[in-house]
């Protein structure tokens, strides 16, 4: 009977490859549509909101496909806090070099809330113009159908929001690419589960798109000003109305620019507390996506247990054929975006337990430099 005790590690590493399995085929319905010729022809009037905070590494390629979008009319308004934000002359040179499009910058030093990108978004939006708005971080790149795919959407009536996947691309350093991977390795997949076999019940930062009326009727931006996981709760707000919140088929590209491993920690432990302040339940839940680390522990006790080198092995190479068999399906799905290494999977598979385990001790993270305290309530706090 004790034994048995030694296969538990096992059978929690078999729960992660039927997670495996399923990540697969919802990468391949995901792809279908992907690939899928469409003509796109609902193109209603949309604004962007482009929150920027200092002189990001990319931040003009980044700002520059937001500009150039082949759309019929839509505006750009990009916003900052601080009069001497580095980031101005960027975009005053994008401004410059588009005059024939609507675009704007707001500087405006008033904060709702102790979520300073919330209130960027509530400063900015005060001179919207049009019906759909649509929010995407500075980090964000794109291509030139860009807004032709997010706001075909809303030809639906039943549609409130809408939000898109994002892949990582690595900026050179060996962080930044540690960094891609998680991204491309981990969220993408597991954030296709929900979207491909269920119903989507919130957005991601990549691209949050929403009708005005929609945004209004649960009081803006103001409604968010203390929340730290503004995307989630955005999708939230709008699925509580009873209205949809379609997944568009294209995937934004991050370029990822962690300068250090502390920066990588700090960061990934952000999204880590962040998740876990959310969805408590679900962010314990998905200790079955680490399967590498389960495949290890589960491996051991098979061969505690029986004894045999063969049934071990044999368990432990499932594992790794799996693993793999994710990494290069989400390749090929946003092929000339990873910029990942097979050879760092196995540092990339040790550093995000770690990550895990450290997010369950405190309540702390790091943002834009500052330190904050996310409460009970979801919450965020300035740290004392």
Same mark, same amino acid.
């Given at each position: ?138 980090? $964000?790149?794109?291509? *030139?159908?860009? #807004?032709?795919?997010?706001? &075909?959407?809303?030809?639906? @009536?039943? !549609?409130? %929001? ?45 691209? $949050?798109?929403?009708? *005005?009326?929609? #945004?209004?009727?649960?009081? &803006?931006?103001?409604?968010? @000003?203390? !929340?730290? %996981? ?155």
């Amino acid at each position: 009977m004790f034994e048995l005790l030694f296969y538990f590690p096992a059978v929690l590493a078999g729960l992660s490859f039927a997670y495996a399995g399923i990540c697969l085929l919802a990468l391949f319905r995901f792809r279908v549509r992907l690939r899928a010729k469409q003509s796109w022809k609902f193109r209603p009037p949309v604004t962007v909101l482009k929150p920027v905070c200092g002189l990001e590494n990319n931040l003009e390629e980044n700002l520059r496909s937001f500009c150039w979008q082949d759309y019929d009319e839509f505006q750009v308004i990009f916003g900052v806090h601080d009069n001497a934000d580095s980031a101005i002359p960027v975009i005053r040179g994008l401004i410059e070099e588009f005059p024939q499009h609507d675009l704007s910058l707001v500087i405006d030093d008033t904060i709702i809330g102790s979520n300073y990108k919330v209130s960027n978004l509530a400063n900015m939006y005060r001179q919207a113009r049009h019906d759909i708005i649509v929010v995407a971080d500075s980090d $964000m790149r794109v291509c *030139r159908d860009y #807004l032709k795919i997010v706001a &075909a959407p809303f030809e639906d @009536a039943k !549609v409130g %929001a809408a939000t898109c996947l994002y892949s990582g691309r690595a900026s050179g350093r060996l962080p930044s690419k540690l960094g891609a991977m998680f991204i491309n390795d981990w969220f993408l997949p597991s954030a296709l589960i929900p979207a491909v076999f269920g119903r989507l019940t919130y957005c991601f930062g990549a691209t $949050m798109a929403i009708r *005005r009326s929609n #945004l209004e009727r649960f009081g &803006a931006f103001d409604a968010l @000003a203390d !929340v730290l %996981a503004d995307d989630f709760m955005f999708g939230r707000l709008v699925h509580n109305q009873g209205h949809r919140i379609a997944l568009i088929p294209y995937i934004v590209e991050n370029v990822i620019d962690d300068p250090s491993f502390k920066s990588l920690f700090l960061h990934e432990l952000r999204w880590a507390r962040t998740i876990r302040s959310v969805e408590p339940y679900g962010y314990a839940a998905s200790t079955i996506t680490e399967i590498i680390p389960l495949a290890i522990l589960g491996t051991v006790g098979i061969f505690v247990a029986s004894g045999s080198f063969v049934y071990a092995g044999m368990f432990l190479a499932v594992a790794a054929a799996l693993r793999l068999a994710l990494h290069y399906t989400i390749s090929s799905t946003v092929p000339g975006r990873s910029t990942a290494n097979p050879l760092l999977l196995p540092l990339r598979d040790i550093m995000s337990p770690i990550i895990r385990l450290s997010s369950y001790f405190g309540r702390e993270v790091t943002w834009r430099e500052r330190d904050f305290v996310i409460q009970s309530n979801v919450r965020l706090e300035p740290a004392e």
